[in-house]
């Protein structure tokens, strides 16, 4: 009798021990399973994301509020797929642009939300964009003397 209460306290700290693991691993990969299912989408087009990845942050005034969710190419641009968290408001003229944190960090997407009337709904383009700074190309352009 005592080996099987023994045997069962065991089994629920191992059950409990895989599901914090497991819910860890969710939070910290940044899946969206759990509590993920009310981000909004909203889309915008770049002439160049070198460098951007998918799960790169998306930032409004230096706060996090979201992720890019896929990038592809549409008629010879970028399209860029953004997640946002619920509750962020982006305008009919707001502004994406790509940043680097540092002269040689990551790539994220900074967005100035705008200030008109009317909120773009989700699902919406943004239709403002400005590419970031492609580093590599521009020191090539340097030192062949193609700057200008």
Known sequence: MHDTKLELIVGVFVLVGIAAL????IKLGKLEVIGGGNQIEV?????????LKPGASVE???????HVKRI??????ALVVLSLHPGVKIYGDAIAAIKTRGLIGDKYV????????KELPPGS??????????????????IHGNVK
């Open 22 to 25: 497991a819910y860890m691993a």
């Open 43 to 51: 889309q915008a087009e770049f002439d160049s994301v070198a460098g």
């Open 60 to 66: 409004i005034a230096g706060v996090q509020v979201g």
């Open 72 to 77: 592809g190419l549409k008629d010879d641009r």
């Open 110 to 117: 900074s967005i100035s939300p705008g200030g008109s009337q």
């Open 125 to 142: 383009k943004i239709r403002d964009t400005e590419s970031g700074v492609d580093l590599e190309s521009l020191i090539g352009e340097f």
